[in-house]
């Protein structure tokens, strides 16, 4: 496994244990407003949406909150108008950032994304100067007794599925497929009964952008620590790739 999922690998554990912040429910309802708003209100014949409700489903969420959430996506219901935002720049060692944000009011999320860059010596770019650099893929992720290379490669390939790669890491699995092939990949781990830790349509680096100086590794983790800790930051992506034992290193400073 690559330094960078190997890094996703680590944060996704240490994400296990940061839903005590209490802003687990505004994310997830969130993304089922967005999914409702870009596919529709029917979790059957949208698949973003019924990932994103069973993310709520895991989190606890009273139906009532799904149910709100899915009618503010397609337009009925209380609330403010939520649009869907991207930032993209530069983090130290030359690292590719995007910022996709979910906001009730443009010019306040502008204006704090810039904050962050400022204080943090990074620079924002221009649309499309940095997300050229990826690519949109499903991306699934499944932990446990599960997250078995050989198995899964058997299960999805027999049902069908474009896979594109799967890596693993002890008991964390990443899978990559062409956006195309959420909804089917989804069905397939349904139906076998699989739980999905993640599933989203995310963007991936075409090449990495390696970062062998730890004090680099380390500016370039706090700020993306800031950015994932925003309200309305809804996904943070990064070309960073570091070693295992930075990735290690890392994580063992933040225990």
């Known amino acids: 496994m690559s330094g960078h999922n190997k890094w996703s690998s680590i944060k996704h554990k240490k994400g296990a244990a940061d839903a005590k912040r209490g802003k687990i429910f505004s994310r997830v309802s969130k993304e089922i407003i967005l999914a409702a708003k870009e596919g529709g209100g029917d979790p059957d014949l949208n698949a973003r949406l019924r990932s994103a409700i069973a993310a709520a489903k895991a989190a606890n969420m009273p139906n009532d909150n799904i149910d709100r959430a899915i009618k503010k996506g397609c337009g009925g219901g209380e609330g403010v108008q939520m649009d869907s935002l991207s930032y993209e720049g530069y983090a130290a060692g030359g690292v590719a950032v995007i910022i996709n944000c979910l906001s009730d009011n443009r010019n306040r999320t502008a204006a704090d994304i810039r904050s962050f860059f400022n204080k943090h010596n990074c620079s924002m ?34 049902g069908g599925a474009d896979v594109e790669d799967i890596s693993v890491d002890d008991d964390y699995a990443e899978i990559l497929a062409p956006p195309e092939a959420f909804g089917s990949i989804l069905g397939i781990f349904e139906q076998a009964g699989i739980e999905v830790s993640e599933s989203s349509i995310a963007l991936i680096p075409e090449n990495n952008t390696l970062i062998e100086d730890i004090n680099v590794a380390r500016q370039v983790t706090k700020f993306i620590d800031v950015l994932e800790d925003y309200d309305d930051a809804q996904e943070v992506y990064t070309d960073m790739e570091i070693s295992d034992e930075i990735a290690q290193q890392l994580a063992d400073e933040e225990d």
């Open 125 to 158: 770019a221009g649309s499309g100067a940095v997300s050229w650099k990826f690519h949109r893929k499903a991306r699934f992720v499944i932990e446990g007794e599960n997250a078995d290379e050989e198995k899964l490669f058997e299960l999805l390939l027999g």
